[in-house]
Nanobody, 124 residues
Framework: QVLLVESGGGLVQAGGSLRLSCAASGRTFSNYAMGWFRQAPGKEREFVAAITWSRGRTLYGDFVKGRFTISRDNAENTVYLQMSRLKPEDTAVYYC?????????????????WGQGTQVTVSS
């Protein structure tokens, strides 16, 4: 069993920054990948970023364009999403997820475990 707990969401003005955290517990993640997705009201859940636990390889959604950075702390079993230059269109619930492998990590189907999500609201 895997438990993922997100934190760090909130209300921020456009152009501001937030750092999301995802604390993982349960199974060992050394061979897996972790990802962040987001879902805005009325929209599909969208890939934001992913990172592999072992090598720290990263992948980002096309819309990120250098504004977000995913990182991990293996010792703490925590993954972070540093978001800067936020825009109102970044408003969404952000979800952390854990994948069984490092294949197709930009797809929802790669992930077996999901957190409850944390709300990010960017005001204009």
């Amino acid at each position: 069993q895997v438990l993922l707990v997100e934190s760090g969401g909130g209300l921020v003005q456009a152009g501001g920054s937030l750092r999301l955290s995802c604390a993982a517990s349960g199974r060992t993640f050394s061979n897996y990948a972790m990802g962040w997705f987001r879902q805005a009201p009325g929209k599909e859940r969208e890939f934001v970023a992913a990172i592999t636990w072992s090598r720290g390889r990263t992948l980002y959604g096309d819309f990120v364009k250098g504004r977000f950075t995913i990182s991990r702390d293996n010792a703490e079993n925590t993954v972070y999403l540093q978001m800067s230059r936020l825009k109102p269109e970044d408003t969404a619930v952000y979800y952390c997820a854990a994948a069984y492998s490092t294949v197709a990590v930009s797809t929802r189907e790669a992930y077996a475990y999901w957190g409850q999500g944390t709300q990010v609201t960017v005001s204009s």
